[in-house]
């Protein structure tokens, strides 16, 4: 549908156009014209399905550019998620000169301050920061008219849900509510039910997936087998820009760590880094100075980086849903895509869930020995070798590389440069990475960390990150929101090109030195 059939003023249709927007998505063509109504909207949709043009576009419409009070409210999980939104309301409301400000926790509040008193028309903040702002008195919410909640599954997860609740009660009974979430759980229901006036309800069903261009692997592994499994399939499949997935943020510090440790251009992102360091970390990502990177759902949220290769599920998604979510920051722009999900014996009912909602049989894989992952170093790094061969300026090294072959046999000098151009040596470096609470049993009830619909609970102790809702739900919530780190463990700041599909994962091998090694060496 063409925005032009939504009901928008011409001004916002140049805006559209000068953004690049073509054509509205379903999500943008169903909930628009809703807005503009004045209905209550409770979206539901995947991320990258364009939710925040389908509240940004309204919002611009509606606001009174003349009026300097806040007149609209953006409520959502994290710094980087706000700060993307904001962005993005601004390029679409420049034409018209709309205020558009944010607010986040791990920012100087005392500059907040100072931009909230520019009289923004709309206001896009994280629920922490955003109280802090009420409480001081430093933002008035007496004249929104219009309140967004999005990605409110997170938000329930991040233990925010209080949080959301003290701020509704803050606005003026009389406005309009949208709230958009990939899932739909109790607790996201009696927010619609509570705050919001006969919501109608958008359902956009996930595209992610529906695409050939990912190849989807299981591998079935216990616990405390799945870190030396996953480093033999980087070394057999040489991913090129990777992005690992587990619940909670100790595990980011742990295995970013041991991959480091084992000599991989590898870090993690979560929410207890400062901001400057996370926007570090995704800057070296996004321009492939870094090749790992290891996150959480959460901090996750937001990267829209095309050339993203491979997705290691380290940890299987307890909600089917995240899983879509996971999976699609690969095979974008009609380049191919690995993801790779393991499973311990007793969470082959999560996958079998999995499967149902993406309607894609994950094909089984077996490990990579010891041995097939170490010829994949061997390949990688005679390929390495070449280059440098090709690099290096023979004649200035004439003289010590002969006095060298005087001294040693020719093939110890060879063997001793691959020794130590592979990661044979780092990879008996011991890595421990803490064993997590296990899944609940699927159908039955779901208590203590593990449960997904604890939205209230534990929000301020948390265990450690022992359970997949617990320890990740309380940490996250004051690292995202607040910049705090987390109380319970120390923060660390640290073109499909394949020339055939093997039975590891669909990936390229090094066999023979026929490939490029990608995942680099650090220096």
Request: no cysteine; glycine share 10%.
């Amino acid at each position: 549908m063409k925005f032009k059939e939504l009901g928008l003023s011409e001004d916002l249709l140049k805006a559209i156009t000068s953004v690049g927007y073509e054509e509205a998505t379903p999500i943008q063509a169903e909930t628009i014209p809703m807005v503009l109504a004045g209905q209550d909207v409770i979206g539901q949709a995947q991320t990258g399905t364009g939710k925040t043009a389908a509240f940004a576009l309204p919002i611009l419409e509606k606001i009174d550019k003349s009026n300097e009070n806040v007149q609209a409210l953006v409520v959502s999980p994290t710094r980087e998620l706000a700060i993307q939104t904001q962005e993005e309301i601004y390029k679409l409301g420049r034409t018209e000169r709309a205020n558009v400000q944010v607010v986040y926790g791990g920012a100087d509040i005392r500059r907040q301050i100072k931009s909230l008193k520019n009289h923004p028309q709309v206001v896009v903040g994280t629920p922490g920061r955003l109280l802090d702002h009420i409480r001081r008195h430093t933002l008035k919410l007496d004249h929104v008219q219009m309140l967004v909640l999005d990605e409110a599954d997170e938000m329930l997860n991040m233990g925010f849900l209080d949080d959301i609740e003290d701020i509704i009660k803050q606005l003026p009974e009389e406005r309009q509510t949208m709230l958009f979430s990939a899932t739909m759980p109790p607790e996201i229901k009696r927010v619609g039910v509570q705050f919001m006036k006969d919501p109608k309800h958008v359902k956009i069903k996930a595209k992610e997936l529906t695409t050939d261009l990912i190849d989807q692997f299981y591998v079935r592994s216990r616990d405390f087998e799945k870190f030396d499994v996953m480093t033999r399939f980087f070394d057999v499949q040489s991913p090129d820009l990777t992005i690992v997935f587990t619940r909670t943020k100790r595990r980011v510090d742990e295995i970013a760590s041991g991959l480091e440790a084992r000599g991989y251009n590898a870090a993690g992102i979560h929410g207890d880094l400062t901001q400057k360091r996370r926007t570090q970390i995704m800057n070296d990502f996004r321009h492939g100075k870094l090749d790992i990177l290891v996150a959480t759902d959460v901090a996750a949220r937001g990267i829209d980086i095309n050339d993203v290769t491979h997705v290691y599920n380290y940890d299987i998604p307890q909600d089917p849903d995240s899983y879509v979510h996971r999976v699609g920051r690969t095979g974008r722009a009609g380049k191919h895509g690995v993801s790779m999900t393991f499973v311990t014996p007793n969470e082959m009912d999560y996958l079998r869930e999995i499967e149902k909602l993406t309607k894609v049989r994950m094909l089984p894989l077996k490990p990579p020995s010891d041995e097939e992952a170490f010829v994949s170093q061997l390949g990688a790094a005679k390929e390495t070798i070449a280059d440098l061969v090709n690099k290096a300026d023979k004649e200035k090294y004439a003289k010590a590389a002969e006095s060298l072959l005087n001294e040693y046999d020719a093939e110890d000098l060879v063997a001793a440069l691959l020794s130590d151009v592979t990661k044979d040596d780092n990879n008996q470096v011991p890595v421990k990475i803490t064993p997590e609470r296990p899944l609940p049993k699927r159908g039955g009830k779901r208590h203590g960390g593990g449960g997904y619909h604890h939205g209230g609970g534990n929000r301020r102790g948390g265990n450690g990150g022992g359970g997949y809702r617990g320890g990740h739900r309380s940490s996250d919530r004051h690292g995202n929101d607040r910049g705090h780190g987390s109380r319970n463990h120390d923060s660390r700041n640290h073109s499909d090109n394949r020339s055939h599909r093997s039975n590891n994962g669909g990936g390229r091998r090094n066999e023979g030195g026929s490939r490029g090694f990608t995942i680099r060496k650090k220096d």
